[in-house]
T-cell receptor
Framework: GAVVSQHPSRVICKSGTSVKIECRSLDFQATTMFWYRQFPKKSLMLMATSNEGSKATYEQGVEKDKFLINHASLTLSTLTVTSAHPEDSSFYIC???????????FGAGTRLSVL | EDQVTQSPEALRLQEGESSSLNCSYTVSGLRGLFWYRQDPGKGPEFLFTLYSAGEEKEKERLKATLTKKESFLHITAPKPEDSATYLCAVHLFNNYGQNFVFGPGTRLSVLP
């Protein structure tokens, strides 16, 4: 199956710093990538949809200036959590959509802990 | 309103005890239904995609089926390594364009 690589897998940072998470599709081109947030024992909450070469579409309630998304190429999307605060601590997961089969493949997730 | 529900919320089985997980949806413009497995602290792993009512897919001890209103994930003679959260998601068209909607998941525990 298709492989999506997400880095880092875990990051601990101080309050007020910015954190960048990378999501790469390794063996297919992804015109669309998705960013999710997941709370303990809860399902995935879609944060934004990212299309290559255009601005991301954010879900209602997600701050665009807090969660910056860049999708500069067909294989890479990044999520930057700006001025992170403890309430931003969560599990962030990206996915890349293989257009030919319309399937989302997920990265392994990033555990963000803001102290 | 487009909605995806899953039942049961949690399920405990003895090794070898077959059962089924349910995913019900009320959506317009269904394009496809997906099943994923998620282990704690990991991203979801793709299992199946189903596109039309009556379609079935199988993989090892798992079999997914689809009707016009729901999908079932049948687990035959499960093993402890099948313990995970199983998520279903629907890909749909609505007034806002394309969208993927995930269900809340079923946490499966298979006891040896």
């Amino acid at each position: 199956g298709a492989v999506v690589s997400q880095h880092p897998s875990r990051v601990i940072c101080k309050s007020g710093t910015s954190v960048k998470i990378e999501c790469r599709s390794l063996d297919f081109q992804a015109t669309t990538m998705f960013w999710y947030r997941q709370f303990p024992k809860k399902s995935l909450m879609l944060m934004a949809t990212s299309n290559e070469g255009s601005k991301a579409t954010y879900e209602q309630g997600v701050e665009k200036d807090k969660f910056l998304i860049n999708h500069a190429s067909l294989t890479l999307s990044t999520l930057t959590v700006t001025s992170a605060h403890p309430e931003d601590s969560s599990f962030y997961i990206c996915s890349a959509r293989e257009a030919r089969r319309d399937i989302q493949y997920f990265g392994a997730g990033t555990r963000l802990s803001v102290l | 309103e487009d909605q995806v529900t899953q039942s049961p919320e949690a399920l405990r089985l003895q090794e070898g005890e077959s059962s089924s997980l349910n995913c019900s949806y009320t959506v317009s413009g269904l394009r496809g239904l997906f099943w994923y497995r998620q282990d704690p602290g990991k991203g979801p792993e793709f299992l199946f995609t189903l596109y039309s009512a009556g379609e079935e897919k199988e993989k090892e001890r798992l079999k997914a089926t689809l009707t016009k209103k729901e999908s079932f994930l049948h687990i035959t003679a499960p093993k402890p390594e099948d313990s995970a959260t199983y998520l279903c998601a629907v890909h749909l068209f609505n007034n806002y364009g394309q969208n993927f909607v995930f269900g809340p998941g079923t946490r499966l525990s298979v006891l040896p």
